[in-house]
Structure formats: structure tokens, C-alpha cells
């Protein structure tokens, strides 16, 4: 018998939406917190009216969601999970952390942050949080809430057990193609604004 | 070479201002019975219970939720800054046998697998909403290993602990059920009252019937 963990899902929006239905095979306890609490409630919903194996229920305080879960999703724009990554940091501790990285999306001006730079901005406001960034590099939200949905997810974490607990998650998932890279360790990469050997 | 937006680094700047404050609301709460009880024995400084909060995670855990189920292995020694656990185990019969309860302040792991890395033959899980710290073993030598004074209150709990399951064992055999639940009620009413007679039976190694019988004949005058 295995425990059921807890995600918080932070942001519904179209991010938000992949990263529940990757997770919907998984058995766990889906908290969604969303500043438009409506559309949380509605996707928790339509999740529960799905055949999986995840319970989800919409919460409206991204603390609150955060302390009880084991496992945080952060989904918005870059400039909103940084928001959030300081207004969860004391909850967030010795956590996991999963960051959505969306290098098209324009609107926040997440354009030019590469994954490490993501990563790293997000370790600077969270230094015991372990972090992985995910990219849903072949996706579609179109097809309602279908696993099939997401073909390939790409993987980024600067520590090897968070990269393959975060793998992990996804396989069992039944996310068939997980791509994961270890990002290197060094001094000059932990210096905000660093040159950054993925650009 | 790319530079990052100046906007991100004053936008970082500003919220973890706003923010503070919160957080040191929240802080402050979050951790008051655990440096309570750990400044009772010995005293940390305010750097050292910076250095010991890095190692901790806060998890809330809803009434009936497991922290821990049979066959997993017991990653965290777990502290009850708010709420109430039980550990239990459940025979071949199927029914619970309870093994511990854990009330604010008090810690609550599966020892062996915790420090063996064995599957549990226990679950934890909640009778009330509870607020709780977790600490896995990497934290806790890390812990020892920057705060060496830990070292002592980890001695003085793990006597605390194998002096409470002697007692235990040792009430188990010697006492007859009404001195152990007398016993139960002189130093913990707070179990009593906030838990289901069932388990308390269960914890006294009774069925509810007899400490239902039990009861009434304390009440009966002598």
C-alpha cells in the first residue's frame, strides 16, 4: 500500500490544464488553486467526472494549498511564479517544486529566460525547495482531458534524484516520452544573469 | 550571453518585501510548540533555529489522511505542532492495533524503518486536521552536525522513548485494566478526551466491550 501524495496545482490556466491532465492517471490528492477560483473549481470538477484515479479539489489560498501538499506545480507566467514562489516560501520547504517553463509564452515576457535562469530565480526565493523545471514540449490542450494529450515532456533539474523523482512521476502517469536533463553545478551558473550553456 | 529583464529582479525584490511580513506571521506560528519543546531541554539561538528550520518541512494533514502506510518506508520523524496522531498496526484478524498516540509537542516515526530503511509495519495517520514538521535523516545528522547540542536532546528522546515502551510493556503485563486505563487518564486526559473509546481499548490491548465494562465498575461505588 502506497500513500496518497498531495499536489498542489497552482494556476488553471492552459499550463495548468496540461499539467492536470499529465497527472491524471496518477493517484493523487489534486489541490488546484487558481487565482480565478471559478475556473479552478471547474476544472477540478471536470477531473473528478473523468475516469482517473486523482481526486481533485479547488482551493482559492495558494498557502494553504502549498503546506498541505508534498508535491507544488507552479503554472502561470514566470513573473506570477515568482510572485507566488515568495508567498509560499515558508511552506515550500524541503518540498518539490515543479516549475512550468513556457518559452512561448510572450505576454509575461518569460521570452529570453532560459530553463536555468527559470530554475535559478526560483532557487534564489526557494533555497530549500528542491526544483525541476518541466516543459510539455509536444502538447495539446484542445483534446478535453486525455492523457494522449501530452506526447513529450521535457525534464530540467540541477539534482539527479529530483530529475528522476519528477520522471517518475510522469511515466507512471502513463506520459510515455519523458526527456530529463541534469543541468550542471557550477559557481559561475549560480550567478544571476550568468552566461548560460543552454542559450 | 543573455541578460535577464531588470523587471524580474525588482519584481523578486518587491514581493518577497510585501511578503515578509506574512511569512513572519506564519513563521513565527508554525514552529512555536517545536522550539518550545526543544529550547525545554536545551537552548538554541535564534541563528541556530534558522539553520534547524532549513531542514524542516511544514505539511498540513487533514483528519483520516495517512503520513504513513504499511510497506512504505518511514522517510520522516514526524513532530505534531497542531492536531493528534495514532500509529497502528492491523493484525491478521484485521483489526487495528494501536500503538501510539501523539499529541502536540510530542515526535512520532516508525523508529526502525526510519533509521533502517525497512518497509513500516505500521500507519500513521490523523484523528484531527494537524499541523506538522517533518525531518528526514539526512536533515537530522545535518542538523546534529551544525547544532552539535542537538546531539544531546536526540540522546535524551531516544531514552524517552525506550523508557515509555518499557512502561508500557511493563503496564501491559503487571497492571489489571483499570489501573491501566486510571493510568491513562491520570497522565494523558487529553488522549482520553480526544479520542474515539475504541482506540483507547485498542491502545490498552482491551476490546471496547471490556473497557466499556471496566469503566462503569470504576464508577460503581466502592
Same mark, same amino acid.
Given at each position: 500500500?502506497?500513500?496518497?501524495?498531495?499536489?498542489?496545482?497552482?494556476?488553471?490556466?492552459?499550463?495548468?490544464?496540461?499539467?492536470?491532465?499529465?497527472?491524471?492517471?496518477?493517484?493523487?490528492?489534486?489541490?488546484?488553486?487558481?487565482?480565478?477560483?471559478?475556473?479552478?473549481?471547474?476544472?477540478?470538477?471536470?477531473?473528478?467526472?473523468?475516469?482517473?484515479?486523482?481526486?481533485?479539489?479547488?482551493?482559492?489560498?495558494?498557502?494553504?494549498?502549498?503546506?498541505?501538499?508534498? #508535491?507544488? $506545480?507552479?503554472?502561470?507566467?514566470?513573473?506570477?511564479?515568482?510572485? %507566488? &514562489? @515568495?508567498?509560499? *516560501?515558508?511552506?515550500?520547504?524541503?518540498?518539490?517544486?515543479?516549475?512550468?517553463?513556457?518559452?512561448?509564452?510572450?505576454?509575461?515576457?518569460?521570452?529570453?529566460?532560459?530553463?536555468?535562469?527559470?530554475?535559478?530565480?526560483?532557487?534564489?526565493?526557494?533555497?530549500?525547495?528542491?526544483?525541476?523545471?518541466?516543459?510539455?514540449?509536444?502538447?495539446?490542450?484542445?483534446?478535453?482531458?486525455?492523457?494522449?494529450?501530452?506526447?513529450? #515532456?521535457? $525534464?530540467?533539474?540541477?539534482?539527479?534524484?529530483?530529475?528522476?523523482? %519528477? &520522471? @517518475?512521476?510522469? *511515466?507512471?502517469?502513463?506520459?510515455?516520452?519523458?526527456?530529463?536533463?541534469?543541468?550542471?553545478?557550477?559557481?559561475?551558473?549560480?550567478?544571476?544573469?550568468?552566461?548560460?550553456?543552454?542559450? | 550571453?543573455?541578460?535577464?529583464?531588470?523587471?524580474?529582479?525588482?519584481?523578486?525584490?518587491?514581493?518577497?518585501?510585501?511578503?515578509?511580513?506574512?511569512?513572519?506571521?506564519?513563521?513565527?506560528?508554525?514552529?512555536?510548540?517545536?522550539?518550545?519543546?526543544?529550547?525545554?531541554?536545551?537552548?538554541?539561538?535564534?541563528?541556530?533555529?534558522?539553520?534547524?528550520?532549513?531542514?524542516?518541512?511544514?505539511?498540513?494533514?487533514?483528519?483520516?489522511?495517512?503520513?504513513?502506510?504499511?510497506?512504505?518506508?518511514?522517510?520522516?520523524?514526524?513532530?505534531?505542532?497542531?492536531?493528534?496522531?495514532?500509529?497502528?498496526?492491523?493484525?491478521?484478524?484485521?483489526?487495528?492495533?494501536?500503538?501510539?498516540?501523539?499529541?502536540?509537542?510530542?515526535?512520532?516515526?516508525?523508529?526502525?524503518?526510519?533509521?533502517?530503511?525497512?518497509?513500516?509495519?505500521?500507519?500513521?495517520?490523523?484523528?484531527?486536521?494537524?499541523?506538522?514538521?517533518?525531518?528526514?535523516?539526512?536533515?537530522?545528522?545535518?542538523?546534529?552536525?551544525?547544532?552539535?547540542?542537538?546531539?544531546?536532546?536526540?540522546?535524551?528522546?531516544?531514552?524517552?522513548?525506550?523508557?515509555?515502551?518499557?512502561?508500557?510493556?511493563?503496564?501491559?503485563?503487571?497492571?489489571?485494566?483499570?489501573?491501566?486505563?486510571?493510568?491513562?487518564?491520570?497522565?494523558?486526559?487529553?488522549?482520553?478526551?480526544?479520542?474515539?473509546?475504541?482506540?483507547?481499548?485498542?491502545?490498552?490491548?482491551?476490546?471496547?466491550?471490556?473497557?466499556?465494562?471496566?469503566?462503569?465498575?470504576?464508577?460503581?461505588?466502592?
Amino acid at each position: 500500500m502506497h500513500i496518497k501524495e498531495t499536489i498542489a496545482l497552482i494556476g488553471t490556466g492552459k499550463n495548468g490544464r496540461l499539467a492536470a491532465v499529465s497527472l491524471l492517471a496518477c493517484r493523487y490528492q489534486l489541490l488546484l488553486c487558481d487565482k480565478n477560483i471559478i475556473q479552478a473549481r471547474e476544472l477540478a470538477q471536470e477531473l473528478n467526472n473523468t475516469a482517473c484515479d486523482c481526486v481533485a479539489e479547488a482551493m482559492e489560498c495558494s498557502f494553504n494549498c502549498a503546506w498541505e501538499a508534498d #508535491i507544488i $506545480i507552479l503554472t502561470p507566467d514566470l513573473e506570477e511564479q515568482l510572485e %507566488v &514562489a @515568495g508567498y509560499i *516560501k515558508a511552506v515550500a520547504n524541503q518540498k518539490l517544486l515543479i516549475s512550468v517553463y513556457d518559452d512561448g509564452n510572450s505576454n509575461s515576457g518569460d521570452k529570453g529566460i532560459s530553463s536555468t535562469q527559470q530554475i535559478d530565480l526560483i532557487r534564489d526565493i526557494l533555497p530549500n525547495t528542491k526544483i525541476a523545471l518541466i516543459k510539455f514540449a509536444t502538447a495539446r490542450c484542445d483534446k478535453g482531458l486525455k492523457t494522449n494529450a501530452i506526447e513529450n #515532456i521535457e $525534464i530540467y533539474s540541477r539534482e539527479q534524484n529530483t530529475l528522476d523523482t %519528477v &520522471a @517518475g512521476i510522469f *511515466k507512471n502517469s502513463g506520459v510515455e516520452n519523458v526527456k530529463k536533463e541534469l543541468l550542471s553545478l557550477t559557481p559561475n551558473m549560480l550567478q544571476p544573469g550568468s552566461s548560460d550553456p543552454k542559450c | 550571453m543573455k541578460q535577464l529583464p531588470l523587471f524580474l529582479f525588482e519584481r523578486c525584490r518587491i514581493t518577497l518585501r510585501l511578503n515578509l511580513a506574512k511569512l513572519c506571521l506564519f513563521l513565527s506560528g508554525m514552529y512555536e510548540v517545536f522550539f518550545k519543546k526543544i529550547n525545554e531541554v536545551i537552548h538554541l539561538t535564534a541563528d541556530e533555529e534558522a539553520i534547524f528550520k532549513n531542514y524542516l518541512k511544514p505539511k498540513k494533514l487533514r483528519k483520516k489522511q495517512f503520513i504513513l502506510q504499511e510497506g512504505d518506508v518511514c522517510k520522516y520523524s514526524i513532530f505534531v505542532e497542531k492536531g493528534l496522531l495514532r500509529s497502528y498496526s492491523v493484525n491478521e484478524k484485521g483489526n487495528d492495533q494501536v500503538v501510539q498516540f501523539a499529541l502536540e509537542g510530542w515526535w512520532i516515526a516508525d523508529l526502525y524503518s526510519f533509521i533502517t530503511g525497512e518497509p513500516s509495519r505500521y500507519n500513521i495517520d490523523a484523528l484531527e486536521d494537524c499541523e506538522l514538521l517533518l525531518i528526514n535523516n539526512d536533515g537530522l545528522k545535518e542538523v546534529r552536525r551544525q547544532i552539535p547540542k542537538f546531539l544531546e536532546f536526540s540522546f535524551l528522546q531516544m531514552q524517552n522513548a525506550y523508557i515509555a515502551l518499557e512502561r508500557r510493556w511493563s503496564h501491559m503485563v503487571t497492571l489489571s485494566t483499570e489501573e491501566r486505563y486510571n493510568k491513562l487518564l491520570d497522565k494523558y486526559p487529553d488522549i482520553v478526551q480526544r479520542v474515539p473509546q475504541h482506540m483507547i481499548a485498542s491502545y490498552l490491548g482491551l476490546t471496547p466491550e471490556t473497557l466499556s465494562r471496566a469503566k462503569k465498575q470504576m464508577t460503581l461505588p466502592k
